[in-house]
């Protein structure tokens, strides 16, 4: 069974730091794309950032550029997303997710990943 568990969510001034963490289980971690959306209240689901299996190639929202940085620990089985410089447009709920496909990169798309975590809750105050 696919598990996806983050952590590392809170409540943080602007200009702050947080490092997201996402616990995956049931699946080769190794072999998958993944990647972070955020939902803000009211709004949709929005694509962060993504990973490939393969090289460790990143992309990211312009909106994030320069200030988050997404990465993979394989022997862990563990996804992480290191926020700095935050700005309260950043605050939303935020979600790990696992490509559909085992071998294949997917980045921006959300219909392109098959399994969610829960969210954790980041919030930034002005």
């Known amino acids: 069974q696919v598990q996806l568990v983050e952590s590392g969510g809170g409540l943080v001034q602007a200009g702050g730091s947080l490092r997201l963490s996402c616990a995956a289980s049931g699946f080769t971690f190794s072999l998958y794309g993944m990647a972070w959306f955020r939902q803000a209240p009211g709004k949709e689901r929005e694509f962060v950032a993504a990973?490939?299996?393969?090289?460790?190639?990143?992309r990211y929202v312009d909106s994030v550029k320069g200030r988050f940085t997404i990465s993979r620990d394989n022997a862990k089985n563990t996804l992480y997303l290191q926020m700095n410089s935050l700005k309260p447009e950043d605050t939303a709920v935020y979600y790990c997710?696992?490509?559909?496909?085992?071998?294949?990169?997917?980045?921006?798309?959300?219909?392109?990943?098959?399994?969610w975590g829960q969210g954790t809750q980041v919030t930034v105050s002005s």
């Open positions: 997710a696992r490509g559909r496909r085992p071998y294949n990169n997917y980045w921006s798309e959300a219909v392109d990943f098959g399994s």
């Open positions: 990973i490939s299996w393969s090289d460790g190639t990143t």
